[in-house]
């Protein structure tokens, strides 16, 4: 944990306390040293993803020491290396995500100057790549590919999506169309429709149309839709339950809504057409948990490096300031159909 071994020389980072009382806030704590099978990276870019949220403000995970470093992902460049890492990783750049190793037990975060991660949890990034375009290479990339497997397993052709303005929702739709599966795509306002429209999805409806109940019900009998990913839920989830096929399955993965999935008056309808509504978690999926799936994952993401990120490169909507991190943490909601947020640690004043 954060009481291992330390150079001695502090850092700053945005932090939580053990409980996520009175959190996040902007800290200092010691630049950690890597221990074996371990490397130091001076963070160049981190993104704010809403898990990030919940979690910097304690609504979501635990931890069993503070105070600690929030942010689940990142970028920068190699300073330093434990025992069993080639020296010759020194001074490359990568994209890493402590979460996605076999043996990340401190697990400090990417909102800091620098962070000691597995190296096996590093992608590596060409000298010409900018880190901040490939900081969110992990949550993002293998949630969606999560989906993709879900669909294939059972063999459906169309999924609906909802918050499918957002940055995964987009990618959802560039790795949907090259896999052979549709995205139903809901979202809330008329630009946003056009802009999915332009990006090659086949079927984008507002939530806030006086129709969608309609659209939705047509479009899932029609395409027969049994799939939803939903990270808005609220109010939401019903109405695409009501809509969908029986045998059906939606998995929550966020309450972008700000309340859980409304479920309390339509459990006969979810009994009588065997329709289920469950909690999706990336960390709990076999994309992470099976050896072999995470590693196709992880090449499919390596792929798209070297091909110059068709479907995983970020768009960036703005660039903070660590100390800046109230602002951003508000701002990147508003923020989120134009790009993602991140968290530049190391950057000089003029790069704001």
């Not at 560039?174 to 896999?179: F, M």
């Not at 006969?268 to 469950?278: A, P, R, T, Y």
């Not at 090449?299 to 990120?309: L, T």
Request: charged share 25%.
């Amino acid at each position: 944990g954060i009481n291992a071994e330390y150079m001695g020389i502090m850092m700053k980072g945005v932090l939580r306390t053990k409980t996520g009382a009175d959190s996040p806030f902007i800290g200092e704590v010691p630049i950690p040293k890597p221990t074996p099978g371990y490397v130091l990276i001076k963070v160049m870019a981190a993104p704010i993803n809403p898990s990030d949220e919940y979690f910097s403000k304690g609504s979501y995970g635990s931890t069993a020491f503070e105070p600690y470093v929030c942010g689940f992902e990142g970028a920068g460049i190699i300073t330093e290396v434990g025992e069993g890492v080639p020296a010759a990783a020194v001074g490359k750049k990568v994209t890493v995500w402590p979460g996605v190793s076999t043996h990340s037990s401190d697990k400090i975060g990417m909102w800091s100057q620098f962070a000691r991660v597995p190296f096996d949890a590093c992608v590596m990034l060409g000298d010409a790549e900018n880190c901040e375009d490939y900081c969110g290479l992990f949550v993002n990339p293998l949630t969606l590919l999560a989906f993709i497997s879900i669909a294939k397993k059972m063999k459906e052709k169309t999924i609906i999506h909802t918050g499918a303005a957002s940055s995964l929702g987009k990618s959802l739709i560039k790795v949907g169309l090259a896999e052979g599966i549709d995205v139903i795509c809901i979202v809330r306002r008329p630009e946003q429709v056009k802009a999915l429209s332009e990006l090659g999805a086949k079927y984008v409806l507002n939530q806030n149309d006086s129709t969608f109940q309609t659209q939705l019900q047509e479009l899932c009998l029609k395409l027969n839709v049994h799939l939803a990913f939903d990270c808005v839920v609220g109010d939401l989830t019903p109405k695409i339950m009501h809509a969908m096929c029986a045998n059906s399955i939606i998995h929550t993965y966020g309450f972008l809504s700000g309340t859980g999935a409304k479920m309390e008056d339509h459990k006969e309808e979810m009994l009588k057409d065997n329709k289920k509504v469950v909690s999706f978690v990336v960390m709990n999926d076999p994309i992470i948990k099976d050896p072999e799936e995470k590693k196709k994952a992880l090449a499919y993401i390596s792929d798209d490096i070297k091909k110059g990120g068709p479907f995983f490169k970020l768009t960036i909507a703005k660039k903070y300031k660590l100390e800046d991190y109230k602002e951003a943490l508000v701002k990147y909601k508003e923020l989120a159909s134009q790009g993602k947020t991140i968290f530049m640690p190391n950057a000089q004043d003029h790069f704001f």
